[in-house]
């Protein structure tokens, strides 16, 4: 597939295997995201509305960790499910699930620090109300979440900008394995490093021209759901 015409041709022409790589990019994105979202906004939420020893600390390394280096988050996945590993019985290296994982760990704390200011914004607001109700925590956390759903989108945005552009952890504990691990960042940096520029360029014009379209998307049904909630 990478030889010198550009990539952008090869789009247009079909070519089967450059599919191969924006769907396995794709998947691995959106799923880390998700796996991210899982931790993230609970985390964030808990952040928020409760108070305990500690809180303080936890704030600062989670804001801390949106910085985290990927190569650093690569090497801490990668000496986990290596074979000495503990992890290593579960044969994730050099897998898409691999790839998940790290990119999960980096995006994770994103979506924590965004939802933990949305929520302590809100509840801020409705604080009065609810302790008036006596709403247990548990429902106050589930319902604050819900209210921010739309404002949330945006953690979510950010994380999947992170996992899409991210090259250095995925490499690591993917391998860049031609049809197995091979992401369009991955892809970019190998046609890089073989000076093949023009085939890289258009790689990097396919990559922004889908995180644009899902981005856009994403805008736009934030802005339908706002309408319909006005």
């Known amino acids: 597939m990478m030889d010198g015409v550009g990539a952008w041709q090869l789009v247009v022409s079909g070519d089967p295997a450059l599919f ?7 998947t691995v994105s959106l799923a880390a995201v998700a796996l991210a979202a899982l931790v993230g906004l609970p985390l964030g ?31 801490a996945v990668y000496l986990l499910l290596s074979r000495s590993g503990p992890l290593g019985s579960l044969g994730l290296l050099f897998t898409p699930g691999a790839m998940i994982v790290a990119q999960a760990i980096l995006i994770t704390p994103i979506i924590a620090a965004l939802t933990r200011q949305t929520v302590e914004d809100l509840w801020l607001e409705y604080r009065d109300e609810m302790n008036a109700m006596g709403v247990r925590p548990l429902a106050r956390l589930a319902t604050l979440l819900f209210d921010a759903r739309i404002s949330l989108f945006t ?13 250095g952890a995925v490499m690591i504990v993917g391998g860049n394995i031609n049809g197995f691990t091979r992401t369009m960042t991955t892809a970019i940096a190998l046609e890089t490093s073989k000076g093949d520029l023009p085939v890289a360029l258009g790689l990097g014009f396919v990559l922004v021209t889908l995180v644009l379209a899902i981005n856009a998307s994403a805008w736009g049904l934030r802005a339908w759901a706002e309408r319909q909630a006005g």
């Open 20 to 26: 191969a790589i924006v769907r396995l990019s794709l």
């Open 155 to 167: 953690a979510l945005l950010a994380g999947f900008g992170r996992a899409a552009a991210e090259v």
């Open 45 to 75: 939420g808990v952040l928020a509305l409760t108070r305990f020893p500690g809180r303080g600390v936890i704030i600062v390394i989670v804001n801390a960790f949106m910085g985290l280096p990927p190569v650093v988050v690569g090497l």
